[in-house]
T-cell receptor, first 112, second 115 residues
Framework: GENVEQHPSTLSVQEGDSAVIKCTYSDSASNYFPWYKQELGKRPQLIIDIRSNVGEKKDQRIAVTLNKTAKHFSLHITETQPEDSAVYFCAASSNTGNQFYFGTGTSLTVIP | DGGITQSPKYLFRKEGQNVTLSCEQNLNHDAMYWYRQDPGQGLRLIYYSQIVNDFQKGDIAEGYSVSREKKESFPLTVTSAQKNPTAFYLC??????????????FGPGTRLTVL
């Protein structure tokens, strides 16, 4: 089955700096890669997603890149703000499997 | 995601008891899911249902049971066979069609504690 690894597990940045979180996956058939943001005690919320026919997607300060050859995808947050502080999860699905695999999460702290 | 509700928010269980967690959605989604979240771990799939009256086991189904009698409801029962049930439980739904390529929307979660 799919194996999704996420790094780093914790990340601290100064307000205004950029943050990058990376995930790798093992199933070459995976073709949908969402990113979720979870604030403490709350539900995960989708912030951006990308499909395998696209290499990059951007939504204001958030961008995701996908390298299918290397089987990794990354979340980029620019001009970070304190309200970006949360746990971020990546995930990968497969068009042949019946699972939706999540990474172990990255706890991002933006220092004012 | 405001259309998915879970109850209760907090639940306490004595050892040996079965408890049922509620999940309801008014999004007209076909697919629904149950995940378990433990500290330092990603979400792990317990069960999922792609259509009414049908459901499939995920990676960690042992000690859990579900039903899908109505499109909008997907309750999860944590049985006494689940040896370490203390966790945060998240329900999700997606438009469905049976593919794990749809965006999943999560409920607010139920925190279960075994006393």
């Amino acid at each position: 089955g799919e194996n999704v690894e996420q790094h780093p597990s914790t990340l601290s940045v100064q307000e205004g700096d950029s943050a990058v979180i990376k995930c790798t996956y093992s199933d070459s058939a995976s073709n949908y890669f969402p990113w979720y943001k979870q604030e403490l005690g709350k539900r995960p919320q989708l912030i951006i997603d990308i499909r395998s026919n696209v290499g990059e997607k951007k939504d204001q300060r958030i961008a995701v890149t996908l390298n299918k050859t290397a089987k990794h995808f990354s979340l980029h947050i620019t001009e970070t703000q304190p309200e970006d502080s949360a746990v971020y999860f990546c995930a990968a699905s497969s068009n042949t499997g019946n699972q939706f695999y999540f990474g172990t999460g990255t706890s991002l702290t933006v220092i004012p | 995601d405001g259309g998915i509700t879970q109850s209760p928010k907090y639940l306490f269980r004595k050892e040996g008891q079965n408890v049922t967690l509620s999940c309801e959605q008014n999004l007209n989604h076909d697919a629904m899911y149950w995940y378990r979240q433990d500290p330092g771990q990603g979400l792990r799939l317990i069960y999922y249902s792609q259509i009414v009256n049908d459901f499939q086991k995920g990676d960690i189904a042992e000690g859990y049971s579900v039903s899908r009698e109505k499109k909008e409801s997907f309750p999860l029962t944590v049985t006494s066979a689940q040896k370490n049930p203390t966790a945060f439980y998240l329900c999700a739904s997606s438009e469905g069609g049976g593919y794990f390529e749809d965006t999943q929307y999560f409920g607010p979660g139920t925190r279960l504690t075994v006393l």
